[in-house]
């Protein structure tokens, strides 16, 4: 990474943002999990999310075969989790971990929410690819606080004084 790239991310990491895994099947029909913190909506009708996916990431073949993926959003209690699923060869999900989605999708049990989606459209994005998704199945707890990161490390979240 040169030296610009550097303060460049440095720089981007001072928007916080949620912590996100995408789930999908590969094309054994394993369940595989990407930890991301690139998720936003874009659009209420129709239901359209996005998300973006490292060229470099060693799921980038497989995730661009799938037609479906769901975005689960994390919970404080999920930073183990998504520490894993964001390294290299770490990408298994156990049978406990995931139960199945409409679309046959594995949904994390544990998330706060989730958003099942077709794969709408995907985008040239420099070094990564943008994934915009149709949402065909969504859901979420009516408890939990979110997994938050900024620069560079996990955050909690506390409610701002009004």
Not at 7 to 31: E, S, W
Not at 39 to 56: E, G, I, Q
């Amino acid at each position: 990474m040169t030296e610009k790239s550097r303060l460049f991310r440095d720089a981007l990491g001072h928007f916080a943002t949620g912590v996100a895994i995408v789930t999908a099947r590969g094309v054994d029909g394993a369940a595989l999990g990407l930890t991301i913190n690139s998720f936003a909506s874009v659009s209420l009708d129709p239901p359209l999310v996005l998300w973006s996916l490292d060229r470099a990431s060693d799921r980038f073949a497989t995730l661009m075969k799938a037609g479906h993926f769901c975005v689960n959003i994390l919970g404080d209690e999920h930073r183990a989790l998504s520490q894993r699923l964001s390294r290299k060869g770490e990408s298994a999900l156990d049978a406990g971990e995931v139960r199945e989605g409409v679309e046959r999708l594995p949904i994390l049990k544990t998330a706060i929410a989730h958003f099942e989606c077709r794969v709408e459209h995907r985008h040239d994005g420099g070094d990564h690819v943008i994934f915009v998704g149709r949402v065909v199945d969504f859901g979420h707890k009516a408890h939990g606080n979110p997994l938050v990161y900024y620069r560079g490390r996990y955050r909690a979240l506390n409610e701002a004084d009004h």
